[in-house]
C-alpha cells in the first residue's frame, strides 16, 4: 500500500522532470517551480500537495498517467521503480499494472548525464553518514 508520504515523494519526483498534476476533472494544471528548499520541501510545492489532496480540485491525476492521485492513496496501489528510469510509479498492488510509465513520453529520459531528480536531503546527516564511511575505511 502506498503511504501518502510515497505520493507525495512519487509527485515531486516527477515535478522536477516538468510533469503536471492535472486538476479540476482536467481543467487546470499543477506545476511548482520549486520543489525543493534545502533539506525540506518547498512552501510552493506544499500548497500544490495541499489543493491536489483537497476534494474541491476534483479528479486530479499525474500528467500521462490515468490513475487519480485518490486512487493512488487506497489499499490497491503501490510505489515501485520503474524498469527503465529507476523514477517512482504507481503499481496495483493486485491485478495488472498500469501500461506505461510516465517517463514514456519525457524526450531524452532517461538521461545519466543530468542529476536524477531527489527528496530533500539533510545535509548534515549526509555528511555525517559520509564521514562515518570514511573512518570505517582508514581503521
Do not use: F, H
Given at each position: 500500500?502506498?503511504?501518502?508520504?510515497?505520493?507525495?515523494?512519487?509527485?515531486?519526483?516527477?515535478f522536477q522532470l516538468g510533469k503536471k498534476v492535472i486538476t479540476s476533472n482536467g481543467k487546470?494544471?499543477?506545476?511548482?517551480?520549486?520543489?525543493?528548499?534545502?533539506?525540506?520541501?518547498?512552501e510552493e510545492f506544499?500548497?500544490?500537495?495541499?489543493?491536489i489532496i483537497s476534494p474541491e480540485s476534483g479528479d486530479c491525476y499525474l500528467e500521462g498517467t490515468s490513475e487519480t492521485i485518490a486512487e493512488l492513496l487506497t489499499p490497491?496501489?503501490?510505489?515501485?521503480p520503474c524498469s527503465r528510469c529507476s523514477m517512482p510509479v504507481a503499481a496495483r498492488n493486485v491485478g495488472m499494472p498500469?501500461?506505461?510509465?510516465?517517463?514514456?513520453?519525457?524526450?531524452n529520459w532517461p538521461n545519466s548525464e543530468?542529476?536524477?531528480p531527489r527528496?530533500?536531503?539533510k545535509t548534515q546527516e549526509q555528511l555525517k553518514a559520509i564521514r562515518d564511511r570514511l573512518l570505517n575505511n582508514i581503521t
Open positions: 500500500m502506498a503511504t501518502k508520504q510515497e505520493v507525495r515523494a512519487y509527485l515531486a519526483y516527477w487546470a494544471s499543477i506545476l511548482p517551480q520549486e520543489v525543493l528548499n534545502g533539506d525540506r520541501y518547498s506544499e500548497e500544490c500537495w495541499q489543493k490497491a496501489w503501490d510505489m515501485l498500469a501500461l506505461l510509465c510516465p517517463c514514456n513520453d519525457l524526450p543530468l542529476p536524477a527528496e530533500p536531503i
